[in-house]
Every structure is written in C-alpha cells, then in structure tokens.
C-alpha cells in the first residue's frame, strides 16, 4: 500500500461539519474575545463594529489554524471568513464580514495571494463599495520558493500574512486611517519574504488520504500551505543544510542592508514538534548573525498550517521602529495574546 | 514493511544534540525571558533568583514542548531541567536549578509522577535540605486513565501540571509563602483529572522508528504521553464518541458537584491540528453542559506534547475564586502570556 492511499486518522464526525464544528469550539473556548455568524461563517470580534476604528478583515480556506479565526480580537482582525478547508471563502461571506465590522472609517481586506481567494475578495469589496463602504486590499505574497504555483499567479501569500495582520491590526487600534493602515500593511509585505518545506504531506477531512505523495525519505523543498509543489523534491537532509538554503533564497531575495533588525518567525505546518521548531530558530540565528542582521523580534510556533503537515516555514521581516512599535502593541485573541 | 519500522522524518542534526540545539534556539528566540545554562542543561528565569520569592522548578524528560522549558519566566516556572528526550534529568541537574534559583524563601519542586523523575527529585530536594535550601516536593498524577503504567507506580501526571505551573508561579509571584504555594499547587492536582488518546504513535530522535505499533485504523485509548498503552486499543471512533467517554471517564472520577465552574483543557500531543482541538473543545462543551458545569476558563492547543503524535488529552480543573484570580494573573513566559 502506498503512502498516498493510507487514511490519515483525524479527530472527526462528519467531515463536512469540521469547519462549523471547529468554529463552534472557538467561539466557546473565547466568548469575552469573539462571536461566531453561524448563518455567514464568520468569526467576528465580540465587540465589532468598532465605531470609528479601520475594520481589518482576513479569510481563505481552512485548514491553516489559528490563521484567521484565530486572530480576531483586540489589536489584529476584526472579521475572518473560513471557507472549507483549502478552498476559497465566497464573495457573499467577504461581504458580510466588511458590512458586519464597518465602523465607518473604512475596511482593508488582507488576501493572500491565491486564485480563488484573490478573485472572491475583489468581488466582494466591489459590493462593499456599491454599499457605500470605502475597502482597501492588500495582498499578501512573501513567498519566494516559486512564481506561479498550483493555485497562484506570481507568489504565494503565507506566513507574512500572520506579522502583517498583527501590526496592521495594531495600526488600526490606535486610530490610523484606512490610508496609513493599508500603507503599513503593504511594507510589512514589501519588507517580508518566506520560505517552507514539508516532510510529509497533508490530508483533507474530505479526502481523507495525503494530498501529495512524498517517499519515506523525501521532502518537498519550497512547498505551499496546501501542499503545492516547491523548487524540487529530495532526499531530507540535515536541519543545518536546510536551513542554510532556506535562509540564503530568502535573504537573497529580500536583500536587507547589513545592520538591519529583523522580527525572525519559524512557523510549524502542524505535524512539528516545537522541540524541532527551536532547533531551527537556532540554525537560523547563525545565519542572519553572518548577514550582520539582528533578531529583535521571535515567533516560533505554530501560526499558518497545513492540516497535519510535518514541516516548517521561515519569514524574515525587516523591522524599524514604527513596525516594532506595532508588533509589540497590546493584542487579545485566541492565538496571540499580551498586554492586554 | 510495518508502520513501526518506518523512519519517521525530522528536523535534526545529530540526534543527540537535539536538546542542546533546542534549548540554544529558546535562549536566542526568548532572551528578554530566559537564560540556558549548558552546562547543567537548565533553563533560568532571566532574572533568577528573585529575592524574597518562592521558586518554582519543575522538569522531566524532552519532548513534551513546551512543557516544561517554555513555561519559564513571570509568573510560572524560575527553572526548568530538561532530560534526554522521554528521559529523567539527573539529581544533579536538579540540584543545580534549585541552587540557581533559590531567592531565600524556598523552593517548589513540580514532580509529575514517573519513577525516574520521583526517585531523581526526591534526591535532589535531599541534597538541597541539605545545602539549607528548603524544598517541598508537589506531585501530579491526575491521569485517571490507568494505575501503575509503565514507567509510573500510580496514576500519571499530565496536563494538570500546565494548570498548576501556572497557578502556583502566579501564588509565588504575588508573595505566598512556601507552605501557600505549595498548597495551592497541590489543589490544583487534587481538582483536575486528565485524560488521552492517541491517533498514531511517535518516535524520539535517537531511535527514528515509531515508539509503539498502531494499525491505520487504531487509536490508543489512555495513552500516556510518553505513547505508554492506555486501557485499550480500538477501532478509530467519531471525535463525538470519543470526547463523550473521555469526559465521561473524567467528570465520573473528578464528580464535581454541579454548578461548579471549571477550566476546560483540550491540549494536542503535537501532531493534531488546531482545528480538529476546537472540534474536540466544542465537543466537550456540551459534557460540561449535561453535568451542569461551566466553563469559565478554557485552554486549546498543544501545551505538553509527545513528540509529534497525533492525539489529545483533555483536562478538567474545578475552579474556585483564588484559583480563577491566580489563572488571570500576569504571566510572561515563551508559550503562555498575557498582560506583561
């Protein structure tokens, strides 16, 4: 039997229930922070709309938990809108979530930069304008593993989309306008590059079996959150040799001056241990100590997923003082919490 | 080729370095927390020891991150004695953290209740005694799922050790005295009862090979968070038949009288997805309902893990009012913070 075919066991009743019946389980776990729209499937900040504050709302498929539902709350998104797992929210959903969170200071839709995600948001955002709510869009597409993927025209949006709805969401909170909100969103993307790799793939509720394919000793190098291919599929290596890439195509790509503060994030897929998440936080301070770079800022952890996928991506962000200022803002939601 | 013989892939070096590599990554991610001291394997509180303050210090084998190592700072642990990954630390350690972190006023030692941890505890505390440091000794061992397993004499400690770290810091951090600590932090294991199950098995670095055997249609039924058997290995079931005996087995054991507020604790064992631990989390909820309990305190994710098994435990804490005001309380460590 091939590995593809073998069943991933899941915790599971119906799998066409898991996104209402996770939803369920979120909005339980953290009524004082949020309030789940069963009828639109929408996770909403307990107390939105926020009068006169920029609503930010984010949403894609499932699957990538905490990423969005995870985030709403005080200080980062107003709204997310989960669609089913790995497929794109629906237009009416994206506009419910803008009407639902307007304050009257205007809305940013933060899209990844996938197809179907791209597609249903602009839709909705037009909507939103003919009802009268001014939108901006930013994208997100910090991953430098490859142009034109699976579901992608350009590169993919992944794990910048986590730092950029904190610190926009901090912008927000302290009264930016829709104008400096989006502006701030978009250097946080400019400023930010990704990189991931699987071990193993992953399994959709539906389908029930791997996504993708991958020998006993192989690994998918350069790899999206949906399990779409990477640069090439190899025999695994050492922590320290894969590392090293990773950190060479992003820092390569992002080019950042020497002396450069950075917020470094070691992101798991969901199969990592944090034991090996840490071991690579620490193969990825050498290098950016030979770049000249410091990390001011961490997040080691498990923040954009893939199901159960064994792997783990890195973002570098390039911070000055009005990006650390935002990052270390008070923030209260299910999946990121200090000061407050 | 059987599921056990099959390597399980890793980020890794050379595998005995996995926990030095691990514990250098948690320094450098967390400096404005933590200290590693190398050579006695320890990780300090920045800032220990605090004068006048009871200390906390708790360890076990590796592989259970964050436990116990990510609980170190404000308001929780003030050292942490990581072993061999599924391997006691030594007394030396041991005796080596309570030295470090004495501030005059005691020393807390968190046991969970494994034999090697017990006898190597017991040891230390003895040693200490008699460098003058006083020591007490609080043991957990709220796994109801079996008696006498396999490296335990008794039930095992499990998640109730992430409550009572937290609490009991929080009663250090606000004065208590050693004898207050102590008995606050024995409540909490008097008043929580845990319970896991484990959808596949995991595998420790050194040996690459999965710990034990399950079928691709198996779950282990009371696992132990080291992959010891539980009460018995069955056929994959429904999450809502599965959380339905879970609870059962808990709430029948803890029998806490009706109208009482608890924490509801669904943690991963590493390898479970965030959205099927909000599935399980809502789940769960309606258990709580049916017994007339309420949850007023809730905590989802992957706090004391098995490497990367796929599983989750449930733990039930009774709640009163000094317990609730000591969970709120300020902490600031690597995996749990809020308001500092």
């Avoid at 498929?61 to 629906?90: K, N, R, W």
């Avoid at 803008?98 to 791209?118: C, M, W």
């Avoid at 927000?172 to 590059?193: C, F, I, M, T, Y």
Wanted: proline share 4%; with cysteine; aromatic share 4%.
């Amino acid at each position: 039997m091939s590995v593809a075919q073998q069943t991933v066991k899941k915790f599971l009743n119906d799998p066409e229930d898991i996104v209402t019946e996770s939803l369920a389980g979120l909005g339980a776990a953290h009524p004082d922070l949020v309030r789940i729209d069963f009828e639109n499937q929408l996770v909403l900040r307990k107390d939105a709309p926020v009068q006169g504050k920029v609503a930010l709302v984010s949403g894609g498929g499932s699957g990538h938990e905490p990423l969005h539902g995870g985030f709403v709350g005080l200080g980062m998104l107003d709204a997310a809108a989960p669609g089913a797992v790995f497929t794109s929210p629906v237009p009416d959903q994206m506009l419910a979530a803008t009407k639902a969170v307007d304050g009257g200071a205007g809305v940013i839709h933060i899209v990844k930069n996938y197809t179907g995600d791209v597609m249903n948001f602009k839709l909705a955002a037009e909507e939103a304008a003919d009802e009268g709510i001014e939108v901006e869009s930013v994208l997100t597409n910090d991953d430098v593993a490859v142009e034109d993927s699976l579901y992608t025209a350009g590169r993919r949006g992944t794990g910048a989309t986590v730092l950029l709805e904190k610190i926009a969401g901090a912008k927000a909170e302290a009264g930016g306008s829709l104008a400096e909100v989006a502006a701030v969103a978009r250097k946080v993307n400019d400023q930010a590059r990704s990189f991931g790799v699987a071990l193993t793939s992953c399994a959709t509720p539906a389908a029930g079996t791997p996504t993708f394919d991958l020998g006993p000793d192989e690994m998918e190098f350069g790899v999206g959150i949906h399990g779409e291919p990477g640069r090439r599929r190899e025999k695994v290596r050492s922590a320290a040799e894969i590392v090293a890439e990773m950190s060479e195509v992003i820092l390569g790509d992002l080019n950042p001056a020497g002396g450069s503060n950075v917020l470094a994030f070691v992101n798991g897929l969901g199969g990592t241990p944090l034991i090996e998440l840490y071991l690579i936080y620490n193969e990825l301070t050498k290098h950016l100590e030979d770049r000249g770079l410091t990390a001011t800022r961490s997040l080691v952890g498990d923040y954009i997923t893939s199901l159960e996928m064994a792997g783990v991506s890195i973002t570098i962000l390039v911070l000055d003082d009005e990006l650390t200022e935002l990052w270390d803002a008070p923030v209260h939601t299910p999946a990121l919490r200090w000061k407050a």
